[in-house]
C-alpha cells in the first residue's frame, strides 16, 4: 500500500534522487535496512519500482549501462548535464546524439514524463507526445537520416522494452505524423520503401533519393530510369505536400498543377506511349494521398488546357481593369476577334517568359498583344 501511495506522487518523492541530493538522501534511504525496508538508492531502482510490470525489468536493466554512463565521458561530452537515466540512454548508441545534439533535452524531458506519469494516464500523454513531436518532425527527422539511422535504431528499438512503439525508418515516421487520410498511403509503402533503399534499380534511377522518394521509385523503377529528369521535381512535390497543413493543400495544390502544366513537355515523358504503362502506378498511387492525377496522356493535356486557360482569363481580367484606370478600353484588350484571339492564345501558351513571369509581367504582355 505504502509502495503504490509513494509511486502515485513520484515526482515529489524523486527529490531525494535529484543529483544535488542523493549523496546527502543515501544516508537515509540506506538506514531504512535496518528496519528491514528495502528503499531504492538510485532514481533508476526507483523509477524501475514504480514502473508498470512490463517496463520494470527494461527500466532496471539500464541500472549497469547508467551506472556507467554516470562516469561515461562520452555520454558527459554528447548531452552535458544529463541525468542518470538520460545518461544510460545516450549510453545505448553516443554517435546517435553526437548527430543529434539537439535532440537531448527534448528527449530526455519526454523520458522523465513517461516514466513518472501514472499507469491510468500514460495513454493520454503518448497522444500529447506525438503531437508535440510531430510539430517538430524536422528537428527529430534527424534520427532518421541515412548517415545517422544506423546508430539511432538502437535507440528507438529500446523504447519498445517500455511499451511504447516508435517508427524505425523515415516512412513511418512521416506516415505517423501525416494527417489521418494520408496516413494509411504513406504506411502502405512501407515495404516499397525498405526494398527501394537496397535496390540498384532505385538507386540508378534517382541517385540521391530521399527514403520517401525512394519507395516512389521502388513502385515501379522503369517509370524513372526512362523519366529520371523528373526525380528532383517529383520528389519536391511530394515533400511539400506532406509538410503542408491540410487548410493550405488545395492552394498548394493548384500551385503545383500550374508548375507542371508550365512545363508540360518535361512531365509529358510520364504519358509517353513507351512509358505510360510502367508510370501509371506511381500516379495511381497518388490517389491514396487524396491526389487525383491524370491517368492518360489526353486527361492531361486537358487538365493542363483547362489550367492555362484560367491563368490567361485571370491575367486578362486584371490587365482589363488596369487599362481601364489608364483610360483604355476594357474591350480591346479582352475581346480579340477571330483567328487574332488564337493566334494570340498560342503565343502565351508557347512563350517561356509568361510561363515563368510573374503576375505584373503577364499583364504587361496581355495588354501587349491586345
Known amino acids: 500500500q505504502l509502495k503504490e501511495e509513494i509511486c502515485e506522487e513520484q515526482h515529489e518523492f524523486s527529490c531525494f534522487f535529484r ?4 549523496e546527502s538522501c543515501r544516508k537515509v534511504l540506506s538506514a531504512a535496512s535496518s528496519f528491514g525496508v528495502d528503499l531504492p538508492l538510485s532514481q533508476v531502482d526507483f523509477n524501475s519500482r514504480c514502473a508498470p510490470s512490463h517496463e520494470s525489468a527494461a527500466v532496471a536493466s539500464l541500472e549497469n549501462s547508467a551506472l556507467a554512463a554516470v562516469a561515461s565521458t562520452a555520454s558527459a561530452n554528447v548531452c552535458p548535464g544529463a541525468g542518470t537515466l538520460m545518461k544510460s540512454v545516450v549510453d545505448f548508441a553516443p554517435e546517435c546524439f553526437e548527430s543529434c545534439s539537439s535532440l537531448c533535452q527534448p528527449v530526455e524531458s519526454f523520458i522523465n514524463q513517461y516514466v513518472s506519469t501514472p499507469n491510468n494516464k500514460k495513454l493520454q500523454l503518448k497522444v500529447q507526445l506525438k503531437e508535440e513531436i510531430c510539430e517538430e518532425q524536422h528537428e527529430f527527422s534527424c534520427f532518421f537520416r541515412s548517415a545517422n539511422i544506423e546508430s539511432c535504431r538502437k535507440v528507438l528499438s529500446a523504447a519498445s522494452s517500455f511499451g511504447v512503439d516508435l517508427p524505425l525508418s523515415q516512412v513511418d515516421f512521416n506516415s505517423r505524423c501525416a494527417p489521418s487520410h494520408e496516413s494509411a498511403a504513406v504506411a502502405s509503402l512501407e515495404n516499397s520503401a ?18 520517401l522518394m525512394k519507395s516512389v521509385v521502388g513502385l515501379s523503377p522503369q517509370c524513372f530510369e526512362s523519366c529520371s529528369s523528373l526525380c528532383n521535381p517529383v520528389e519536391g512535390f511530394i515533400q511539400s505536400y506532406l509538410d503542408a497543413p491540410d487548410r493550405s493543400k488545395p492552394m498548394l495544390m493548384a500551385q503545383l498543377k500550374r508548375q507542371i502544366c508550365s512545363n508540360r513537355q518535361q512531365y509529358m515523358c510520364l504519358y509517353s506511349r513507351a512509358n505510360i504503362n510502367s508510370c501509371r502506378p506511381i500516379l495511381s498511387a497518388a490517389s491514396g494521398f487524396g491526389v487525383n492525377l491524370p491517368l492518360s496522356r489526353s486527361h492531361f493535356n486537358s487538365e493542363c488546357g483547362r489550367a492555362l486557360e484560367a491563368t490567361v482569363e485571370e491575367a486578362a481580367a486584371t490587365a482589363a481593369a488596369e487599362s481601364s484606370l489608364l483610360g483604355l478600353s476594357v474591350s480591346s484588350v479582352t475581346e480579340p476577334t477571330g483567328n487574332v484571339a488564337a493566334t494570340r492564345f498560342e503565343q502565351v501558351q508557347s512563350d517561356s517568359a509568361f510561363r515563368f513571369a510573374p503576375l505584373g509581367s503577364i499583364v504587361a504582355l496581355v495588354a501587349a498583344l491586345a
Open 19 to 22: 543529483s544535488a541530493n542523493i
Open 194 to 211: 525498405l526494398a527501394a533503399v537496397a535496390s540498384t534499380a532505385s538507386a540508378e534511377a534517382c541517385p540521391g533519393a530521399g527514403s
